[in-house]
């Protein structure tokens, strides 16, 4: 009877054992379900806002104040320059490559690839002196606090671009469990939000006062940022990202001529909408 009570435990020992097996095979530990030691890169396309700025230019016989001075972006909108690699930097665009050293937590570089460019044939309030006034049709005589933003007078762009090189730290939260996806090895809804900083390394399109145009890279300054934004990751190493990003952005040695002393200087707001397609995947 002893003998049999053990042989009846061992067996639903061995059973209990075999079922457990199998649910571990049927039920595998899902991709989505840790991040960590993944990398992950992705490419896409941004619109951009900015706020007003005063813009200082300096140099050897001048010295004045351009206040309250708007500006836009340049979009492509849609196009093929977005995938041809001889013409990608074209674009507004933003890369970016990162790694997660927690479930939840990554590091990332990257490069926001803005355009600014200055609204012409605008009057704007300046203060200051700089040589000939008068003679680039920027002149109100109703009004010899103002000048006209003429082509003559001045043409001011970030056009290739505003470039901010920058890291970031962000959180990313799956929260497919809230809108009822039972599987996110198939597709996954992420949030995710961060915070970077990082260095201005624009190339701008400058022409001053009649002064040969002036365009070339330049470190110029430093910038701060916020995003926040959703992640739909499909099949597991794919996904879209949809951004908002905001910062702000202090330039105080902007090149604007090909002469040592010509500088410029300006801060100011950024809004970014973006969209970029991207991977993730372990090494």
Same mark, same amino acid.
Not at 100 to 108: A, G, L, R
Not at 111 to 125: E, G, I, L, P, S
């Given at each position: 009877?002893?003998?049999?009570?053990?042989?009846v435990?061992?067996f639903?020992?061995?059973?209990?054992?075999?079922?457990?097996?199998?649910e571990?095979?049927?039920?595998?530990?899902?991709? @989505?379900? *840790?991040?960590?030691?993944?990398?992950?890169?992705y490419?896409? &396309?941004?619109?951009?806002?900015?706020? #007003?700025?005063?813009?200082?230019?300096?140099?050897?016989?001048?010295?004045?104040?351009?206040?309250?001075?708007t500006? *836009?972006?340049?979009?492509? &909108?849609?196009?093929?320059?977005?995938?041809?690699?001889?013409?990608?930097?074209?674009p507004?665009t933003?890369?970016?490559i990162?790694?997660?050293?927690?479930?939840?937590?990554?590091?990332?570089?990257?490069?926001?690839?803005?355009?600014?460019?200055?609204?012409?044939?605008?009057?704007?309030?300046?203060?200051?002196?700089y040589p000939?006034?008068?003679?680039? &049709?920027?002149?109100m005589?109703?009004?010899n606090?103002q000048?006209?933003?003429t082509?003559?007078?001045? @043409?001011?762009? *970030?056009?290739?671009?505003?470039?901010?090189v920058?890291?970031e730290?962000?959180?990313?939260?799956?929260?497919?469990?809230?809108?009822g996806?039972?599987?996110t090895? =198939?597709?996954?809804?992420?949030?995710t939000?961060?915070? &970077?900083?990082?260095?201005?390394?624009?190339?701008?399109?400058? #022409?001053?006062?009649? =002064?040969?145009?002036?365009?070339?890279f330049h470190?110029?300054g430093?910038?701060?940022?916020a995003?926040?934004?959703?992640?739909?990751t499909?099949?597991?190493?794919?996904?879209?990202?949809?951004?908002?990003?905001?910062?702000?952005?202090d330039m105080?040695?902007?090149? @604007?001529t090909?002469?040592?002393?010509?500088?410029?200087?300006?801060?100011?707001?950024?809004?970014?909408?973006?969209?970029?397609?991207?991977?993730i995947?372990?090494v």
């Amino acid at each position: 009877m002893k003998h049999s009570f053990l042989t009846v435990v061992l067996f639903f020992c061995a059973v209990f054992q075999t079922l457990s097996a199998q649910e571990t095979v049927a039920s595998p530990e899902k991709y @989505t379900a *840790h991040n960590k030691g993944k990398f992950y890169v992705y490419w896409g &396309g941004n619109r951009e806002s900015y706020t #007003k700025s005063d813009i200082h230019f300096r140099g050897a016989d001048y010295d004045f104040t351009l206040y309250d001075v708007t500006a *836009h972006d340049k979009p492509k &909108g849609w196009h093929v320059d977005y995938v041809n690699p001889a013409r990608m930097t074209i674009p507004q665009t933003n890369l970016r490559i990162g790694y997660f050293f927690t479930d939840k937590y990554n590091v990332s570089i990257g490069v926001d690839h803005m355009k600014y460019v200055m609204f012409q044939d605008r009057a704007v309030n300046y203060s200051g002196y700089y040589p000939n006034e008068g003679s680039y &049709g920027e002149a109100m005589p109703e009004d010899n606090s103002q000048v006209m933003l003429t082509e003559q007078f001045l @043409t001011y762009e *970030h056009t290739d671009g505003l470039n901010y090189v920058n890291t970031e730290v962000a959180r990313v939260d799956d929260i497919s469990h809230l809108i009822g996806l039972p599987n996110t090895d =198939k597709f996954q809804v992420n949030i995710t939000e961060g915070l &970077g900083g990082g260095i201005l390394y624009p190339k701008t399109n400058a #022409k001053l006062l009649g =002064k040969e145009r002036h365009d070339d890279f330049h470190i110029s300054g430093f910038g701060v940022s916020a995003k926040a934004g959703l992640n739909f990751t499909f099949f597991k190493y794919f996904f879209i990202q949809t951004e908002l990003k905001g910062g702000y952005i202090d330039m105080k040695d902007i090149k @604007t001529t090909f002469e040592d002393a010509d500088k410029a200087s300006q801060h100011f707001w950024f809004l970014q909408r973006n969209i970029t397609v991207g991977g993730i995947f372990r090494v």
